[in-house]
Every structure is written in C-alpha cells, then in structure tokens.
C-alpha cells in the first residue's frame, strides 16, 4: 500500500499529465465547430493556461471553474442518460443536440456541479423523466448491500476499524457515473477487494482526532451504491452528533434520500436533503434548514469529487474523502489519479505576523 503523508503535495500543473485532456478537447471542439457551435481560435492549452492563470512550467494552482477538458464528459452523460431511457436513436438525437445548445452557452466561471444542474435539468425535461439513472442506482445500491457483511466483519476485526471503514467509503466513490458511464458491478467487488492495495493519502489520526472532538457531525453523502459503505464509516462515528445530508432532488447517480433508506442509514442518524439537484453542494441553491446546520457543524466530511469541486474554497472545517477519477481533479490537489484522498480543509481564521492561513 502506497501512502503519501506530505502535506506540501507538489501541486505543479505538467503539461505531460494533462495532454490527453487537451487532445480529447481539442477533437471535441473540431466536432462542435462542425454543427455550427464555436470555441475560440486560440490553442486550447494556451485558453486553458491563460484562463486560469497559469504559466506553464512555473507550477501554479488550478481554480475549480469548468474546463474544457469539461465538456466531453457533459455530452457522454446526456447521450448515456438518453440511452437508460429509450432505445429510440432519433430521441438520442434531439437530446444530444439540445445538450450540445445548452453547452454553447456554458459560463466556465461556475463550478463543473453548477453546469451539470443546467445541463441535467434539460436532460430531464428532454426525455421526460424525474430520474433516468433510478434503475441503476438501485442496482448499485442491491450490489453494495451484498457487500455489507463482509466488509462489516472485515472492518470489526481490523486492527484499526476506524481507518479501514474509511478506506471503504473512498473505495465506495468509484461508483462515480459522472466520470465512468460503463461502470459494473463487477469493479466495486475488485475496488472492496484491493482497498489497502491503493495508494493513499491523508493524515488518519487528525481524522480522528477531529471526529473525537466535534460536538455536531455533518455527512454530505455523493452517489447511490456509495452510501452503503457510507454507512460503514458512519457506524464508527458518535452516531448521536452525526446528520447526514443528500441530494434534495435526482441527478446523475447521486443519492437521494430513497437511497438513504435503502441503505439503512435512515434508522441509525438523522437524515436531511440539502433542497437542491446539483450534482454537488452549492451552498447559495441550498435550502435554509441545510446551509444553518452546515454552519453549525464542528466538522463536515464531504464525499465524492463534486462536492470537493463545490466546496473547496467553503469557510468550514472539512474533510474532503474521494478518489481522485478525474485527471482535472487530481492535478488541482496534486495527487496521481486513482489515489484515495482524505484532504482536510480548516476553516479560515485571524492570523498572526508569521503565520500562515491554514488551508487545503
């Protein structure tokens, strides 16, 4: 098992990590170009520099807007959406060409979460249909309920239980179909299987120490299937201080309150929804009862990538736990794709001649 344990994680931008990204793009915007929707003439690792500050070769930390790199994935999760619900290739059609309008008018300042809310809405609307991933999150969620009682006994008798129940809930965020569409069942039995197997980083004993502390818990929840070794985590916790938090409307594969009982967890914490179908958590489009609690919580620990995209700059005592899928995300932080991140961000406070802010 690879663990990184340096918070000093080298988060210079290298052209050669990302190139992929900007081939994919660059094809990508070929393909728009052709239907009559344009992207600007300049290169696209020039834009993608310029925009965000960034001077090749000098290192440089990237904001967490909408890329480029972005929009193909947009366009998969449409077509792959349109797919669950028909095999009708002239439905298929229309909703990919009212998905690629949509992306032409996209504002890259927002988060990657905040374009998807739009992007899905009009999915939704296109194929008439509240909730097009419903079935395969139940599958997911049936698939990892069979899980549970090994990973259970695994976890109980772990010479530490607390860190490995937290190995499982990141293994759990590979069921991720933002970033995988072909995702299978399959791979969350070899994702339990190799969990020690992947490589690492975080600073487990202040997790725990954070998590002795804090008087109020907040979960946030990320995709059905994960929540159930969510729940592995949550039963290690002081279960009287935690709530757990999740989508207050579909979108994508992410957990919803049915999910939440699916698992289990409703009978065991308080659960909420957070009043909003962002496929993250967008503190402005959350409800009331939500943004009061998560300003009240002593620790917040925040699942899956979307929330990491919405929350990083967030003034909060977070843990961020996921596993770095995309090349985008993993560049930001630093960390080889695949790795198991537990990123904790402190909350911002008054600082002294000398000092530092503490941060991501």
């Known amino acids: 098992m690879l663990v990184l344990r340096n918070r000093s994680v080298?988060?210079?931008?290298?052209?050669?990590?990302?190139?992929?990204?900007?081939?994919?793009?660059?094809s990508f915007r070929t393909m728009l170009s052709g239907i009559g929707i344009r992207i600007a003439e300049q290169s696209v690792k020039g834009a993608y520099y310029e925009k965000y500050g960034i001077i090749e070769g000098s290192g440089g930390q990237l904001s967490m807007n909408t890329f480029l790199d972005c929009i193909p994935c947009f366009a998969r999760q449409a077509l792959e959406?349109?797919?669950?619900?028909?095999?009708?290739?002239?439905?298929?059609?229309?909703?990919?060409?009212?998905?690629?309008?949509?992306?032409?008018?996209?504002?890259?300042?927002?988060?990657?979460?905040?374009?998807?809310?739009?992007?899905h809405r009009a999915l939704r609307?296109?194929?008439?249909?509240?909730?097009?991933?419903?079935?395969?999150?139940?599958?997911?969620n049936q698939a990892a309920l069979e899980m549970l009682p090994d990973l259970s006994a695994r976890i109980r008798d772990a010479a530490d239980p607390?860190?490995?129940?937290?190995?499982?809930?990141?293994?759990?965020?590979?069921?991720?179909?933002g970033v995988n569409g072909d995702f299978r069942g399959s791979e969350v039995k070899s994702a339990m299987a190799n969990i020690l197997n992947e490589p690492f980083y975080g600073e487990v004993e202040d997790f725990r120490d954070e998590v002795r502390n804090a008087r109020k818990i907040f979960y946030l929840a990320d995709n059905a299937?994960?929540?159930?070794?969510?729940?592995?985590?949550i039963e290690q916790l002081p279960l009287n201080r935690v709530t757990l938090a999740v989508r207050g409307a579909p979108v994508l594969n992410d957990a919803t309150r049915a999910d939440a009982e699916a698992a289990g967890l409703c009978g065991i914490v308080e659960v909420i929804d957070n009043g909003s179908d962002a496929p993250g958590?967008?503190?402005?489009?959350?409800?009331?009862?939500?943004?009061?609690?998560?300003?009240?919580?002593?620790?917040?620990?925040?699942?899956?990538?979307?929330?990491?995209?919405?929350?990083?700059?967030?003034?909060?005592?977070?843990?961020?736990?996921?596993?770095?899928?995309?090349?985008?995300i993993a560049t930001h932080v630093g960390l080889p794709v695949g790795t198991h991140a537990t990123i904790h961000r402190h909350p911002a406070r008054i600082i002294g001649k000398g000092e530092q802010l503490a941060g991501i």
């Open 10 to 26: 080298s988060r210079s931008v290298e052209y050669w990590r990302i190139r992929p990204c900007f081939q994919a793009v660059s």
């Open 281 to 328: 958590t967008i503190l402005a489009d959350c409800s009331r009862d939500f943004r009061r609690r998560f300003s009240m919580a002593d620790l917040v620990i925040a699942k899956g990538q979307g929330n990491f995209e919405t929350l990083s700059d967030a003034d909060a005592n977070l843990y961020f736990l996921f596993k770095a899928k995309c090349p985008v």
């Open 125 to 140: 609307d296109l194929v008439h249909d509240d909730d097009p991933y419903r079935e395969i999150k139940n599958h997911f």
């Open 162 to 177: 607390l860190f490995m129940a937290l190995r499982v809930a990141i293994a759990g965020n590979v069921i991720d179909l």
């Open 81 to 119: 959406a349109a797919r669950f619900v028909t095999d009708d290739p002239a439905i298929h059609e229309r909703v990919m060409r009212g998905i690629l309008r949509e992306a032409a008018q996209m504002d890259f300042s927002q988060s990657p979460p905040a374009i998807g809310q739009k992007l």
């Open 225 to 233: 299937g994960e929540i159930v070794f969510d729940r592995l985590l």
